[in-house]
């Protein structure tokens, strides 16, 4: 037995949680499945994760027993959809160790960053201000800055990384200057795995009064996340990311502008006062979340926050962290393959191998049930810096194993052999 498939914590120890892969794993219906007549191996999570049945369930059993208008109806049952929803906002509240006060239902990462940039950048960015990004960042956390520097005419600046996937944090702390107004960088990059020194980042920023933001679609997947000791001003994240449904998602807004931002979006739900003369917003979340809500998106947010209470983390990551090395181990022997991005990291590994594009390497895996990414990523600029087109990515949840490990391992080798 591999030592990392052991329980983590003594059978009988009271209150202990415990990891067993294989039972985490028999909680995702998905993970049961063949393709192309092979199990399934799925190593694309930093896509979308599967959703276990407890997810499944919770938002099965809102829809039977408790759907109805959210913060809308005085009848019963608006109130049960409501008091499920804004439960929701309090699990996700702590997971990030935030005040639900300050979380703000979106639809996602891309959805929270782009209200950011609309937002904060309509607030901050002058002519000639600055806005600080990131070399690894995904399209998300670089589009938006880009597109809000140009309406409100500031600029774009993209702080460089090392030559082993690293942010390189004197580089960036060079870029920031006082014209920085917003800094906006990745938790984890989705190519590489690097994990980015937020609080360092954040206290560069501080030092010239510049808000930062943060990314955190790969994050709380794998890593705790504390929003108030980390000390950013914005945090993005994606329940897809993290067993939950697509299409949900929260934005942590420290409370210093929860209020004071103006909203992205106007409509129902955010508002205090309306007529064509005068209109005024509410405070608090809400008034960043206009229009009739995703309550199932949000449930199911909920109850994948309680799932990945329900095991021990730091066991599952050095279970993931052993399957990441065990494919980085195994690719350094396949001749060819090369591996990139830096020594640690979360558990997300990007690979080429030499002559044979990305896309066909990944359809020799997809022929063995292997689902990995193969692409750029949504980071072209990363791709720009690594000097190639696309990469193949293996990305690890805690329901992998490390025959799975092996079955990604036998097809680059196979795909090797077909294109030599
Ligand atoms: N940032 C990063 C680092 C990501 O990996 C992703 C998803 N691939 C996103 C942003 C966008 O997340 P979503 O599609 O859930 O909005």
Redesign the pocket.
């Known amino acids: 037995m591999n030592p990392a498939r052991k329980p983590s914590t003594a059978p009988g120890s009271p209150g202990a949680l415990a990891f067993d892969p294989e039972a985490i794993r028999a909680q995702f219906p998905m993970l049961g499945a063949t393709m192309h007549g092979k199990p399934l191996v799925y190593l694309d999570n ?2 979308t994760t599967q959703r276990p049945r407890a997810v499944i369930d919770s938002v099965v059993e809102h829809w039977s027993t408790t759907n109805g208008p959210v913060s809308r109806g005085v009848h019963a049952l608006g109130s049960l959809a409501t008091e499920k929803y804004e439960s929701a906002r309090t699990a996700a509240a702590s997971l990030l160790n935030a005040e639900p006060e300050f979380i703000v239902f979106t639809k ?4 929270g960053l782009n209200l950011v940039a609309r937002s904060l950048g309509d607030e901050l960015l002058g002519e000639g201000d600055e806005v600080v990004v990131t070399e690894l960042e ?1 399209h ?2 670089f589009l938006p800055w880009r597109q809000a520097c140009l309406r409100r005419g500031a600029v774009l600046r993209v702080a460089p990384i090392t030559d082993s996937g690293e942010l390189d944090l004197d580089a960036l702390r060079a870029m920031v200057n006082g014209r920085t107004r917003i800094v906006a960088v ?1 938790h ?3 190519v590489l795995g690097t994990v980015v020194p937020v609080s360092e980042i954040v206290s560069i920023a501080r030092g010239v009064g510049a808000a930062v933001v943060v ?1 955190g ?2 994050a709380p997947g794998h890593l705790p996340v504390d929003v108030q000791r980390l000390g950013c001003d914005f945090y993005a994240i ?1 329940a ?2 993290m067993f939950g449904p697509a299409g949900a ?1 929260v934005l942590y807004m420290s409370p210093r502008w929860v209020d004071r931002l103006e909203p992205a979006q106007y409509g129902g739900g955010m508002v205090e006062l309306a007529s064509a003369e005068e209109s005024t917003w509410i405070t608090g979340p809400h008034r960043h979340e206009a229009g009739t809500p995703n309550t199932e998106g949000a449930v199911g947010l909920g109850a994948a926050v309680a799932f990945l209470g329900s095991f021990d983390r730091a066991a599952a990551r050095a279970h993931e962290r052993s399957l990441r090395d065990a494919i980085v181990a195994g690719l350094g022997q396949i001749p060819k393959a090369r591996v990139y991005g830096p020594a640690e990291g979360a558990p997300i590994v990007s690979f080429g191998l030499e002559g044979v594009h990305a896309h066909d390497l990944a359809t020799v895996l997809d022929a063995e049930g292997v689902a990995v990414r193969a692409g750029h990523m ?1 980071a072209q600029p990363l791709m720009r810096r690594l000097g190639v087109p696309a990469l193949t990515r293996a990305s690890i949840a805690p329901y992998n194993t490390h025959a799975e490990v092996e079955a990604l391992l036998d097809g680059v080798r196979r795909a090797g052999q077909i294109f030599a």
């Not at 996602?108 to 959805?111: A, F, I, L, M, S």
């Open positions: 930093a896509a996602g990462v891309t959805d995904h998300s956390n990745t984890v990059s989705n990314d679609a790969q994606s897809h990311k998602g949504c």
